[in-house]
């Protein structure tokens, strides 16, 4: 499964950006999907997770209600709507593939996907 996010960017406190994760390969649309985010100097956390029909979500406490993901099978995407943006959620996002749900462990994930850069400002 090879993964590539797209979306990230500098947005003011309180603001929006939509990441979006292509997936391809035979048995990606089989996978739990995740977003992991890793800030300077920290390691990297379980955002939020969604099983294989988008049917089951799991969110860090630090991003619920503010964040959503979504995806479609059709279009081997993942989504993750994040609204509320605080300069705390500033760091790089990773999109990522696990035959588990929820896929909350960095350690145990199957396929990673390139980072993409999230900068909130204050």
């Known amino acids: 499964v090879q993964l590539q996010a797209f979306g990230g960017g500098l947005v003011q406190a309180g603001g929006s950006l939509r990441l979006s994760c292509a997936a391809s390969g035979r048995t990606s649309n089989s996978y739990a999907m995740g977003w992991f985010r890793q800030a300077p100097g920290k390691e990297r956390e379980f955002v939020t997770g969604i099983n294989w029909s988008g049917g089951r979500t799991y969110y860090a406490d630090s991003v619920k209600g503010r964040f959503t993901i979504s995806r479609d099978n059709a279009k081997n995407a993942v989504y993750l709507q994040m609204n509320s943006l605080k300069p705390e959620d500033t760091a790089v996002y990773y999109c990522?593939?696990?035959?588990?749900?929820?896929?909350?462990?960095?350690?145990?994930?199957?396929?990673w996907g390139q980072g993409t850069q999230v900068t909130v400002s204050s």
């Open positions: 990522a593939a696990d035959q588990n749900y929820p896929p909350i462990s960095p350690m145990l994930i199957d396929y």
